[in-house]
Structures are given as C-alpha cells and as structure tokens.
C-alpha cells in the first residue's frame, strides 16, 4: 500500500497524559497536513509542513501541541498533558505543491 | 478567511433518486474546489475537484459537480444514487499559491435506502 499511513489507529489515555501520533506520507509528497475532526464536523486544519519546514500553524494548535518533521519525510504530532477536549480524529495527508491533498485514515484519541 | 458552508447535514434517499448537494464557500480570491467522500469506516477520498477550466466537473462513481463563481458555489450531483453511495460528503476549498491549507465544510451524511 503506498497510501498515507497513520499510527496509531487509536489511543485511549488518561486526562494528563503526553501522546504522540505519526505519519508517514506518500514518499514524493513533499507537503504533509494535520487535521482535526470531531464528531458533526468536517476536517480542521492545524499544521502544514513543506519538506521539514513548519510553514504554517492554526491557532487551534495550542503550545501543548507539537509536530516535527525532522527529515522532511515523516511526521509527529505530539500532544502534552491531554485534556478532554482533545477527543478526537486526528488525520494526515500529504501533497505534491498546489494538487490535491490524500488522506490518511486517521488516529482517534479518547482522552478519559 | 475562506469558510465552507454546506446546507444539508442529513440527506436520505431511495435508490435512483438524484442527488444534489450544497456547498458555498466565503473567499474572494482564486480558489480550489474538492468534494471529498467518507464511506463508513475508511479513510477520505477525492471524488472530484476543479482548479480552473470547465466548470462542470466529473468525477468518479459518476459523481460530478458545477461551480458557479457568481454565486460562490459548487453544488455535487448525481443522476441516480446507489446504496453504496451512503456515506459522508465534504466539500473543500483551498486557495492556489498559498499554503495549500483546506478548508472543509461540516459534511452532509449520505444515506440511500435500497
């Protein structure tokens, strides 16, 4: 499969908690994107990478959110000290310059 | 800020019906237009886009969508609908040249009745 892929596919954690989530785009894409959904809506924009540069960050993305994509190929999303608001899918996908954008299936985090 | 506006959150249908789904988007610049699809338990996927040209847009599955400039919209439509075609409809919008982020409608949940 030369798809996005996303892992994991779920993460159930304790209010508090660090948890990472990662992605691996499709291997020419040079753009990667993260995205939020929860339940009713559509996607939310939170981060594009272009190779290993953060060049954008909505301000949904709080500073206990953090991704990296340190060789310009795979990316982590990070989230400190959960909180139940976090609940949701976390999605990831990839580009190559202005086209469209493929999908990952995505990594649901329940935070208890 | 470019937002997207989809009119119907719940849609249910009889196979063969036709269908017609509503999207606006609030940019006035250039833009990009996706309908994206979500059949339960798997992954987006692109169902059509336009990027300039041709307004009428077909996509796959029989899928295609117009997009009127005057009236900021880009309505999904399909002749007759087909039980697997139940599913979650996005549509999106993002605007050439700059960082390519999308912005998404809140979707409208497909159902057909066989």
């Known amino acids: 499969d030369t798809g996005v892929s996303q892992d994991p596919r779920h993460k159930i954690t304790k209010r508090g908690q660090n948890v990472t989530f990662r992605c691996d785009p499709i291997?020419?894409?040079?753009?990667l994107y993260w995205y939020r959904q929860t339940l009713g809506q559509g996607p939310e924009f939170l981060t594009y990478f272009q190779n290993e540069a953060q060049l954008e960050k909505s301000r949904l993305l709080s500073d206990r959110f953090s991704a990296e994509r340190p060789k310009g190929s795979f990316s982590t999303l990070e989230i400190q000290r959960t909180e139940q608001g976090d609940s949701a899918m976390y999605l990831c996908a990839s580009s190559t310059r202005n086209l469209q954008q493929f999908f990952g299936p995505g990594t649901r985090l329940t935070v208890l | 800020a470019q937002s997207v506006s989809q009119h119907n959150h719940h849609v249910i249908l009889s196979e063969a019906a036709s269908l017609e789904l509503g999207c606006n988007y609030s940019y006035g610049g250039t833009v990009n237009l996706f309908w994206y699809v979500q059949y339960p338990g798997q992954h987006l996927q692109l169902l059509l886009k336009?990027?300039?040209?041709?307004?009428l847009v077909k996509g796959i599955k029989g899928f295609e969508a117009e997009f009127i400039k005057s009236k900021f919209s880009f309505n999904l439509r399909k002749p007759s609908v087909q039980w697997s075609d139940t599913a979650e409809y996005f549509c999106a919008v993002n605007a050439p040249g700059g960082n390519n982020d999308m912005r998404f409608g809140a979707g409208t949940r497909l159902t057909v009745k066989p």
């Open positions: 336009y990027f300039s040209g041709d307004p």
């Open positions: 291997s020419e894409h040079n753009r």
